[in-house]
Each structure stands twice: as structure tokens, then as C-alpha cells.
């Protein structure tokens, strides 16, 4: 009983590299969203001259970090066999 849940458990339902192209398309998506996000309440907020030069310098950030992610995380998913 035991060995037949293992073996169910341990079923891929969804190849690794659809998944890997999944989580790419997921982040670039993401950062897209997170970056008209912050720009947009930038822009709301009343702010001082360098509190907004430092916003706008700061609002790219955690973009990149997504667009970073979804370049390295696939090649975790799916490793390439030699």
C-alpha cells in the first residue's frame, strides 16, 4: 500500500520544461506589474524633489530582481542532461 502511494506521489503530472517556461513567462509578467505598480503610486505620492529622484532610482529594483529570477530559476527546474 505504501509502495503504490509512493509510486503516485512521485508522478510528474507537467514536463519540468513547461514548468521552467511557465515560471519565466510568470516573473517577466510579475516585474512588469511590480514596475507600472511603483511607478504609478511614485507618481500619486506628493514628494520632494530628491525623495522622488530616489524613488524613480529605486523603483527598478526589485523589477530586475524579477527578471533575474525567472533567467536563473528555470535552469533549477530543468536541468540540462549531459
Known sequence: ???QIAQILNRKIVAD???AKL???MCL???LFVLS???WKLARLDLGESQLF???LLAP???MLLIILGLVLPGAIAP???
Do not use: E, Q
Request: glycine residues 4%; aromatic residues 4%; hydrophobic residues 50%.
Open 54 to 56: 530616489l524613488g524613480f
Open 23 to 25: 515560471v519565466r513567462i
Open 61 to 63: 529594483i526589485t523589477p
Open 1 to 3: 500500500m505504501k509502495h
Open 17 to 19: 520544461d513547461t514548468v
Open 80 to 82: 540540462k542532461s549531459a
Open 29 to 31: 509578467i510579475a516585474s
Open 37 to 39: 505598480l511603483s511607478l
